[in-house]
């Protein structure tokens, strides 16, 4: 899994065009807020797995490309407005690195529509199933702090 470090730091970097060139000084705040605590909704699926002892779901609620698209659209209709740009950016950033380092089956694999449609099964969205989120693994909450 892409750790949360990793998208710190790139979320970080992303943010300092819009922060230097746009003069827009909540940049690099709105761009880690977006590019790192995405990764929250973990903790749905954290809580599913130890809610259900015997099957695992990757349910993801906050990583979909549909929500990307979204996202964009929105920016393009309410004025191009810095921060939405900042946001946008920092979430496809963080979705492509989530892509590139978990690496789905296929790109579609962090889509909400195709999740869906599997019924959230993790084996078919990644070939060994759980075994890049191993932090899934974690006895509870607390032992998360381990994949940061
Ligand atoms: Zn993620």
């Known amino acids: 899994m892409a750790r949360p470090s990793v998208h710190l ?3 970080l970097g992303l943010s300092l065009p819009y922060w230097k060139l746009a003069k827009y000084a909540l940049a690099p705040a709105v761009a880690v807020g977006v590019g790192v605590f995405v990764d929250l909704d973990h903790l749905a699926d954290f ?3 130890r809610l259900r002892k015997d099957r695992h779901l990757v349910i993801l609620p906050l990583h979909g490309w549909e929500l990307m698209v979204v996202g964009w659209l929105t ?3 309410t004025g191009r407005r810095v921060w939405l740009a900042v946001a946008c950016s920092a979430y496809s950033l963080h979705l492509s690195l989530d892509l590139l380092v978990n690496k789905p089956r296929a790109w579609y694999g962090y889509s909400l529509l195709y999740r869906a449609s599997r019924g959230f099964d993790p084996k078919a969205i990644w070939p060994d199933g759980v075994q890049t989120h191993t932090w899934m693994k974690a006895k509870s909450i607390w032992q998360l702090w381990r994949f940061i």
């Open 47 to 49: 809580v599913d797995a």
């Open 9 to 11: 730091i790139t979320s």
């Open 75 to 77: 920016w393009l209709a």
